[in-house]
């Protein structure tokens, strides 16, 4: 009860506790935050975005509840927070997906991810690999490349997100093979592991699992260097593989026009919770590499990541209906 007492009389002054930020004026936040992702339960993006959101909320003091709104590569999430109240208690954990891919790729954008949205802080970048069953008789993206030039049209592959697909198109080139879409990895994975699906970009929360029990094989990772989750995935470089260049990340957002002193505030606790150990520990786990930024420094990455994924799909001639 004393240190409680305490506690409220020093925010009350404005005075910033050890290890936190200063209260706005408005005691922002005084009630729970919802923080949308765009794709269903169970699957990497949604397990990094509640291992976050958990360490946000003890930042903050305050409840954060994730809401799942999976589809249409996140832009079903990104229109939710878009056009939420521009008050703080709306946040988006944006990919590149629904920030990036759905803005560039469709021939009738759903909306400017500059005029829609306020960058907040990165929250950090995904590892991605190439994994195939290991009932499929390759042991190699060369042996794979070459399987699928054997039988044109007669292999498939999955994907949750238009990113991945990218990544799956520069791989094979004008090799041909059948993508299925899902609403989410996990569902992905079960029809790769029965066999309906025989390759697809996953992340490193579902790949190494079902790497060690011996039911997928993985073959490439999208990295720049090699993950500690898999240390025998070699890197698209290795390789040789240049033209791999889709970076899976993520970062979090609000709506148009939210306040300078509340985006502060919100970025200042999310680096701060990107720091936490015990968050640090648990996204390590799950092979992402979590770091936060200033919202200008995000601003500015965020839109070097735009053009060049922008660059990509004009170099390729990629579109997508």
């Given at each position: 009860?004393?240190?409680?007492?305490?506690?409220?009389?020093?925010?009350?002054?404005?005075t910033?506790?050890?290890?936190?930020?200063?209260?706005?004026?408005?005691?922002?936040?005084?009630?729970?935050?919802?923080?949308?992702?765009?794709?269903?339960?169970?699957?990497?993006?949604?397990?990094l975005?509640?291992?976050?959101?958990e360490?946000?909320?003890k930042?903050?003091?305050?409840?954060?509840?994730?809401?799942?709104?999976?589809?249409?590569?996140?832009?079903?999430?990104?229109?939710?927070?878009?056009?939420?109240?521009?008050?703080?208690?709306?946040?988006?954990?944006?990919?590149?997906?629904?920030?990036?891919?759905?803005?560039?790729?469709?021939?009738?954008?759903?909306?400017?991810p500059?005029?829609?949205?306020?960058p907040?802080?990165s929250?950090?970048?995904?590892?991605?690999?190439?994994?195939?069953?290991?009932?499929?008789?390759?042991?190699?993206?060369?042996?794979?490349?070459?399987?699928?030039?054997?039988?044109?049209?007669?292999?498939n592959?999955?994907?949750?997100?238009?990113?991945?697909?990218?990544?799956?198109?520069?791989?094979?080139?004008?090799?041909?093979?059948?993508n299925?879409?899902?609403?989410?990895?996990?569902?992905?994975?079960?029809?790769?592991?029965?066999?309906?699906?025989?390759?697809?970009?996953?992340?490193?929360?579902?790949?190494?699992?079902?790497?060690?029990?011996?039911?997928?094989?993985?073959?490439?990772?999208?990295?720049?260097?090699?993950?500690?989750?898999?240390?025998?995935?070699?890197?698209?470089?290795?390789?040789?593989?240049?033209?791999?260049?889709?970076?899976?990340w993520?970062?979090?957002?609000?709506?148009?026009?939210?306040?300078?002193a509340?985006?502060?505030?919100?970025?200042?606790?999310?680096?701060?919770?990107?720091?936490?150990?015990?968050?640090?520990?648990?996204?390590?786990?799950?092979?992402?590499?979590?770091?936060?930024?200033?919202?200008a420094?995000?601003?500015?990455?965020?839109?070097?990541?735009?053009?060049?994924?922008?660059?990509?799909?004009?170099?390729?001639?990629?579109?997508?209906?």
């Amino acid at each position: 009860m004393r240190r409680r007492t305490f506690t409220l009389a020093a925010l009350a002054a404005g005075t910033a506790l050890p290890g936190t930020a200063a209260w706005s004026a408005d005691g922002f936040p005084n009630k729970p935050l919802k923080l949308i992702v765009g794709f269903a339960a169970g699957g990497g993006a949604d397990v990094l975005t509640r291992i976050i959101a958990e360490g946000l909320a003890k930042q903050l003091g305050q409840q954060v509840i994730v809401e799942n709104r999976p589809g249409a590569d996140g832009v079903l999430a990104a229109q939710a927070t878009s056009s939420a109240k521009p008050d703080g208690y709306t946040l988006l954990m944006g990919t590149n997906t629904a920030m990036v891919a759905a803005p560039t790729l469709r021939p009738t954008p759903p909306y400017d991810p500059f005029k829609a949205f306020t960058p907040i802080s990165s929250a950090g970048q995904f590892s991605m690999f190439l994994v195939v069953p290991t009932s499929l008789p390759v042991k190699s993206v060369n042996e794979l490349l070459a399987l699928v030039a054997s039988k044109p049209g007669a292999l498939n592959s999955a994907s949750s997100n238009s990113a991945s697909e990218l990544a799956m198109l520069q791989l094979l080139g004008d090799r041909k093979v059948v993508n299925a879409r899902y609403k989410g990895d996990m569902q992905a994975m079960t029809d790769l592991l029965g066999g309906q699906i025989q390759m697809m970009f996953t992340t490193g929360t579902l790949a190494p699992g079902f790497v060690k029990e011996g039911r997928i094989r993985a073959l490439v990772t999208l990295l720049p260097q090699r993950s500690a989750l898999l240390p025998d995935v070699p890197t698209g470089g290795e390789l040789g593989l240049g033209k791999l260049t889709i970076t899976p990340w993520a970062g979090f957002f609000g709506p148009p026009g939210l306040p300078q002193a509340i985006t502060e505030r919100l970025s200042q606790e999310l680096q701060n919770t990107l720091k936490r150990p015990e968050v640090h520990a648990q996204l390590v786990q799950q092979g992402f590499e979590g770091y936060g930024m200033s919202p200008a420094k995000f601003a500015e990455f965020f839109r070097a990541l735009y053009d060049a994924f922008g660059a990509t799909v004009r170099e390729h001639n990629v579109k997508f209906e």
